[in-house]
């Protein structure tokens, strides 16, 4: 989940202050994107189903980066929304694949986590997220937050495993009937790319700030999805410039022989201006590309 809590009535501040408890959204959305580009006049803020990429309510954006939303009540949406009582359960409906234990008390009513996507000429730009850093992986103490939707309060105590691309997740505490902006505490497995986000209704959504870009030291390339076949080369980036093409198989990272994508991914991240060499196959021939990693900014 790309992809967070507590609540409040509208969000204005660059900084949010401590709150003791959750507390729902019932007016507008409202709040400041502090990376927002010089170079854009405006757009439009999206309220998207996570699930399904549903768009249920839009509102605007200026040429500052200040946006206002007007959520939706969704009465007429029930039918939409996943049941609270297959979350923490052996098929949890948190994702394709996940499998979650735990107690959900009420279990009858209804939930769905959305999501706000920039968007600018009628093209989606981007997700615009709520969090304490700009950085993609998350890094210890770094916190998301995530939108939610309850149809009633619901007190949930469980755990949920995922397979990619889904983060794994807990959640704790009582949820209230409505919006609510919930606190994400995020931690990512040291060597791998997966991430567990901790739903947390009573912590506060101190040092969050409304964000259109993420960051990451690295190389400016994909691979193709559970393989380590180099799949894209961002053009004019430290890979392309070292001659990395698409159609190489890695076979290590700083002389060290990787076998998954997701640890070939976690051993070529790392702080900008720091040295990473590479090792590939191109038909049939071993090649070595000694590459300085840069600040990967995307939306």
């Given at each position: 989940?790309?992809?967070?809590?507590?609540?409040?009535?509208?969000f204005t501040?660059?900084?949010?202050?401590?709150?003791s408890?959750?507390?729902?959204?019932s007016a507008?959305?409202?709040?400041?994107?502090?990376?927002w580009?010089?170079?854009?006049?405006?757009?439009?803020v999206r309220?998207?189903?996570w699930e399904?990429?549903?768009?249920?309510?839009?509102?605007?954006?200026?040429?500052?980066?200040?946006?206002?939303l007007?959520?939706?009540?969704?009465k007429?949406k029930q039918?939409?929304?996943s049941?609270?009582?297959?979350l923490l359960?052996e098929?949890s409906?948190y994702?394709?694949?996940?499998?979650?234990?735990?107690k959900?008390?009420?279990?009858?009513?209804?939930?769905?986590?959305?999501?706000?996507?920039?968007?600018v000429d009628?093209?989606?730009?981007?997700d615009?997220?709520?969090?304490?850093?700009a950085?993609?992986?998350?890094?210890?103490?770094?916190?998301w937050?995530a939108l939610?939707?309850?149809?009633?309060?619901?007190?949930?105590e469980g755990?949920?495993?995922?397979p990619?691309p889904y983060?794994?997740?807990?959640f704790?505490?009582?949820?209230?009937a409505?919006?609510?902006?919930v606190?994400?505490?995020?931690?990512q497995?040291?060597?791998?790319?997966?991430?567990?986000?901790s739903?947390?209704?009573?912590a506060?959504?101190?040092?969050?700030?409304w964000?259109?870009?993420?960051?990451f030291?690295?190389v400016?390339?994909?691979?193709?999805?559970?393989?380590?076949?180099?799949?894209?080369?961002r053009e004019?980036?430290p890979a392309?410039?070292?001659?990395?093409q698409?159609?190489?198989e890695?076979?290590?990272?700083?002389g060290?022989?990787?076998?998954?994508?997701?640890?070939?991914?976690?051993?070529?991240?790392?702080e900008?201006?720091?040295?990473?060499?590479?090792?590939?196959?191109?038909d049939?021939?071993?090649?070595?590309?000694e590459?300085?990693r840069?600040?990967v900014?995307?939306?």
């Open positions: 989940m790309k992809r967070r809590l507590k609540l409040i009535l509208v501040l660059l900084a949010l202050p401590a709150m408890s959750s507390v729902p959204i507008n959305l409202s709040g400041k994107i502090v990376d580009p010089a170079d854009l006049k405006g757009g439009e309220l998207m189903d399904t990429d549903a768009a249920y309510a839009t509102g605007t954006v200026d040429a500052q980066g200040n946006f206002t007007k959520l939706p009540e969704l007429d039918d939409n929304l049941a609270i009582s297959e359960t098929k409906n994702g394709v694949g996940c499998v979650g234990t735990g959900a008390e009420p279990a009858n009513g209804k939930y769905r986590e959305f999501q706000l996507i920039l968007n009628g093209k989606d730009y981007g615009i997220t709520l969090n304490s850093s950085n993609q992986f998350p890094k210890k103490g770094d916190a937050s939610l939707f309850f149809t009633q309060p619901v007190k949930l755990k949920i495993t995922c990619t983060s794994n997740a807990e704790h505490g009582t949820y209230p409505g919006w609510s902006q606190r994400q505490e995020v931690v497995d040291p060597k791998t790319t997966r991430i567990r986000a739903y947390n209704a009573a506060p959504l101190t040092g969050m700030q964000r259109l870009f993420s960051e030291g690295g400016g390339m994909n691979l193709k999805k559970d393989t380590l076949m180099v799949d894209f080369v004019g980036g392309a410039l070292a001659g990395v698409a159609g190489d890695l076979l290590s990272v700083d060290q022989k990787v076998t998954v994508m997701e640890e070939a991914l976690q051993a070529i991240r790392g900008p201006n720091t040295k990473v060499v590479l090792l590939v196959n191109r049939g021939q071993e090649m070595t590309f590459i300085t840069a600040l900014r995307v939306p």
